[in-house]
């Protein structure tokens, strides 16, 4: 699969941890299908999974990109349960998962080799779900991770945006609408006519907005919070 520049940007990298802030219509899918098929048949038992906010989420997501992509590679395919066995380089077999987030505690006890997890800045409970459930699944193989979603305010997301600034094995990659070639750049100047402009910025330009409830609409976090010291 030919990769956008951007797209490609974001495979390159040998970061454990990525975080990828895209708008809309980046391609977002098209690099988790990517990874994982990348992961998956590099060696035997390289499980990889992939979570959305619900398990539909998962399955109109994700599902079929990945079944296109793995066909080659295909040793068995679970429909109910959106599971695929693959063959990898080195004759064994490995297995690839989709699950939804609200489901998470089922994956306690097993291991990966690389997770994806989807529309990030909606899952509920992040912190909790990633440090107790999900993090220790990557232990056994050393796994890595790849975050992935478009902004929703200043929540977990955009924290974990950050983490790169004080951890170098996170790494974060931002990109918008127009960083998609295969995106006529008109629509996504026709969406901006449209939209309030803090939801075209949130969107389509990737940008940490959070206009609802507050007094002014000109309140920016990066210039009126400071930090106090006591």
Known sequence: MKLTPAQAEVVKSHKRFRVLVAGRRFGK???????????AIAGDDNNCAYLAPTFQQARDICWL???????PVTSSVNE??????????????SRVVLRSWDAIETLRGQFFRFIVLDEVASLKGFWEGWEEVLRPTLTDKRGDALFIGTPKGFNHFYDLA?????????????FTSYDNPNVPADEIDEAKKALPEDTFAQEYMADFRKAEGLVSTAFDRSRHVHRVEA
């Open 65 to 71: 990109a990945l079944k296109k992509r793995l066909a």
């Open 162 to 174: 950050n983490l790169c600034e004080k951890d170098d094995t996170w790494a974060t990659f931002r």
């Open 80 to 93: 109910q349960r959106l599971e695929i066995v693959v063959k990898t380089v080195k004759g064994g077999t």
């Open 29 to 39: 899918t098209t690099v988790a299908a990517e990874e994982i098929v990348g992961y």
